[in-house]
Antibody, heavy 116, light 107 residues
């Protein structure tokens, strides 16, 4: 069974940084694209970024370009999201998900709160 | 970025009803559309991918159709477990984009 477990969320001040992690198991991690999706409190889903199985291709939503960086460690079956210059509007539950297109497998999410 | 306009934003229906939710893309996306169901406090669940392919394990009362710019999710014979929020996602062109969601409530 596919398991995705996010960690690293928490409270951070505007302008600060945070690194999210997603530990994957139950499948051959190095064979799949991986995705980050977020959801602000009481709001809809927003696709954030994804990364090819070998890390050689990455895509971002415009609102995080230049601030967020997606990466992966296939040896450790882990996905990361480095978030810099955080803004209040980045407050959300961040989900990692498997697959390049409509993801079929999701983690439980980790909450990031950006507030002073 | 491609805009996904989902309608209605909310919908009241009764158990046993048939409901339809639509998504319109601001430009053609072929059949690159997925539908998700989300319940409060839970991760989204994939229902349909490639516009009309039912994800494994999803009940057959869910169906999807459309291509190009106009897509629909139909739920026949609503069950109590179906009351949730539904989202479409275009996965043809980066950045991928979700519709704003449709909250399906019990009448």
């Amino acid at each position: 069974e596919v398991y995705l477990v996010e960690s690293g969320g928490g409270l951070v001040q505007p302008g600060g940084s945070l690194r999210l992690s997603c530990a994957a198991s139950g499948f051959t991690f190095s064979s799949y694209w991986m995705t980050w999706v977020r959801q602000a409190p009481g709001k809809g889903l927003e696709w954030v970024a994804n990364i090819k199985w070998d890390g050689g291709e990455k895509h971002y939503v415009d609102s995080v370009k230049g601030r967020f960086s997606i990466s992966r460690d296939n040896a450790e079956n882990s996905l990361f999201l480095q978030m810099n210059s955080l803004r209040v509007e980045d407050t959300a539950v961040y989900y990692c998900a498997r697959d390049r297109t409509a993801p079929a497998h999701w983690g439980q999410g980790t909450l990031v709160t950006v507030s002073s | 970025a491609i805009q996904m306009t989902q309608s209605p934003s909310s919908l009241s229906a009764s158990v046993g009803d048939r409901v339809t939710i639509t998504c319109r893309a601001s430009q053609g996306i072929g059949n690159g559309l997925g539908w998700f169901q989300q319940k409060p406090g839970k991760a989204p669940k994939l229902l349909i991918y490639s516009a009309s392919t039912l994800q494994t394990g999803v009940p057959s009362r869910f169906s999807g159709s459309g291509s190009g710019t106009d897509f629909t999710l139909t739920i026949t014979s609503l069950q109590p477990d179906d009351f949730a929020t539904y989202y479409c996602l275009q996965d043809t062109t980066f950045p991928y984009t979700f519709g704003q969601g449709t909250k399906l409530e019990i009448k």
